[in-house]
């Protein structure tokens, strides 16, 4: 099959793509072509990269039809992040494809009330970013319904691994947490640390995406979940990752005006964003339809994207001795 994939070079990408090779597809990787995948693999060599302005494209309404002069017999779009943006590709795509796998997200659900969220739990998403991607399931759900376009949508979590900064203990991107939990000193955390956090490894979510493409009569028209199979409290990861290097955490615990007035804004925001929402999403419908098995836990795929930082320096921390 020759699929394309349209931001093939990103997180979940760099570990689809050598999957689509290794299981005998001629891959087509549209990207922007301004960096490397963060999974180097012999199988890039097998691929034909078209570099891609997405947005540009998009603009202009041409983008349908650059994907389509690759004649894919199936694509996937990482990259997308508006309704307006998947309408125009669906209408371009409709009766010359054969599928397309779209990238969500778990921020189409709101904050949680039950758990673990299902996908056919009724959604009140929040914020620009979950209330798109919970819109774009819609569309291609009655897309593939109303006997159109066969589309999927995925919808990972916080995508972790080797080559980026992955979400830290208490939700947010701020380096100094891993060094604190390294040194034994003291993290604040907001709130009572047992919110949520839904890590995923950029290999489970890639073979997800793979399984799709695989099972194209079982995927059409649905909508899966895609993250680890459990979620991760702040305490459990606070105490995990102070593990890594010896250490016992120091915590206190703060309410949210004290955390938001002691770290940088857009830590704060971002913390509120992650453990607000307190999810933990059910694998269990693409585990049954299409075979689902993540091989890693959510502490699993933070440590690899911690031990990366790590050895790269990027943190001037030692080894890891745990």
Not at 80 to 102: E, K, Y
């Amino acid at each position: 099959m020759r699929v394309v994939v349209v931001g093939g070079s990103g997180h979940i990408g760099s570990y689809l793509v050598p999957r689509l090779v290794a299981a005998g597809h001629t891959v087509v990787n549209l990207s922007r072509g301004q960096r490397q995948p963060y999974h180097h693999a012999q199988a890039w060599s097998d691929v034909t990269s078209v570099t891609v302005d997405r947005d540009a494209e998009d603009r202009a309404g041409t983008f349908a039809a650059t994907v389509l002069a690759q004649q894919p017999d199936a694509v996937v779009d990482l990259i997308c992040f508006t309704p307006a943006s998947a309408q125009a590709l669906v209408d371009g795509l409709r009766g010359r494809t054969g599928h397309l796998v779209h990238c969500g997200s778990v921020w189409m659900h709101g904050p949680s009330t039950t758990l673990p969220i299902s996908e056919s739990d009724p959604r009140s998403p929040v914020g620009e970013y979950g209330v798109a991607k919970s819109a774009i399931a819609d569309l291609l759900v009655r897309e593939t319904e109303s006997g159109g376009l066969p589309t999927t949508s995925l919808h990972p979590g916080h995508i972790s691994g080797p080559g980026w900064p992955p979400v830290n203990a208490v939700g947010n991107l701020d380096p100094d947490v891993w060094r604190r939990l390294a040194g034994g000193q003291e993290v604040l955390v907001p709130g009572l640390g047992t919110e949520l956090l839904a890590h995923v490894h950029a290999d489970d979510v890639a073979q997800a995406f793979e399984l799709a493409l695989a099972h194209p009569e079982a995927a059409a028209g649905q909508v899966f979940h895609t993250t680890a199979a459990r979620s991760a409290t702040v305490r459990f990861l606070l105490q995990t990752a102070a593990g890594w290097w010896g250490r016992e955490p120091v915590t206190r615990s703060v309410d949210w005006a004290e955390f938001r007035s002691a770290v940088a804004p857009e830590h704060a925001e971002q913390s509120w964003e992650h453990l607000w929402r307190s999810q933990q999403a059910s694998v269990e419908k693409a585990s049954r339809l299409l075979g689902y098995a993540p091989a890693h836990g959510p502490e699993d795929a933070v440590r690899a994207g911690v031990a990366w930082m790590v050895e790269h320096g990027d943190l001037g921390l030692p080894a890891m001795v745990a």
